[in-house]
């Protein structure tokens, strides 16, 4: 079956310009979850989804950083007024009702001039 | 502040070797560990997850997990070039769902 799709592939912006990232998660997950990985270090959790709801948002590094999820399905990551530090990739997961394994989708490589 | 340690390598052994990767965590707490595979370029690949002490074998893969000791490693049996990558180790504290902590990972070399 299909599995967690992100768009864009690839994005670069100007520094100071705002973008959103989309994730599509596996049909029927109803978790969904947002981290980063920047160059040289670790995957950085960012913020989870339980159906429309945030539980923890506790990663999002600053208020330039917003996300949303609709219709318990596609999630949008909104980063306002971008910095160089947040170039990075930034990877969706998605996992089904009560399950522990999560499933990454390809990644939104962010470049930010 | 809760920890994920792994060697960052690079790993490097011969073809048809066994490959032994090791992470350690901070949180007793911890009730689910993973083991995702990266290769260059790519995003992360599940590949064991475990949650009881002792091991759990999936074909060329083992996974041993020692909550005692806070310690959780991957067995990678006849290891070939293709099992070339970043092998991520990731935990979770408490719960089935929630976010994972990540190690930054060990990059493994297979030598043909």
């Known amino acids: 079956g299909a599995g967690v799709s992100q768009s864009p592939s690839n994005k670069v912006t100007e520094k100071g310009k705002d973008v959103e990232l989309r994730c599509d998660p596996i049909?029927?997950?109803?978790?969904l979850y947002w981290y980063r990985q920047s160059l040289g270090q670790g995957l950085e959790f960012l913020i989870y989804f339980q159906g429309n709801s945030a539980p923890d948002k506790s990663g999002l590094p600053s208020d330039r950083f917003s996300a949303e999820r609709t219709g318990g399905s596609v999630s949008t990551l909104t980063i306002q007024r971008t910095q160089q530090e947040d170039s990075a990739v930034y990877l969706c997961?998605?996992?089904?009702?009560?399950?522990?394994?999560?499933?990454f989708g390809p990644g939104t490589r962010l470049t930010v001039l | 502040q809760k920890e994920v340690e792994q060697n960052s390598g690079p790993l490097s052994v011969p073809e048809g070797a066994i490959a032994s990767l090791n992470c350690t965590y901070s949180?007793?707490?911890?009730?689910?560990f993973f083991w995702y595979r990266q290769y260059s370029g790519k995003s992360p690949e599940l590949i064991m997850s475990?949650?009881?002490?002792g091991d759990k074998e999936d074909g060329r893969f083992t996974a041993q997990l020692n909550k005692a000791s806070q310690y959780v490693s991957l067995l990678i049996r006849d290891s070939q070039p293709s099992d070339s990558a970043t092998y991520l180790c990731a935990v979770r504290y408490g719960g089935s769902q929630g976010n994972l902590i990540f190690g930054k990972g060990t990059k493994l070399s297979v030598k043909p």
């Open positions: 949180d007793r707490g911890s009730q689910s």
């Open positions: 475990i949650y009881s002490n």
């Open positions: 997961a998605s996992s089904p009702a009560g399950a522990r394994e999560q499933f």
């Open positions: 049909s029927g997950h109803t978790a």
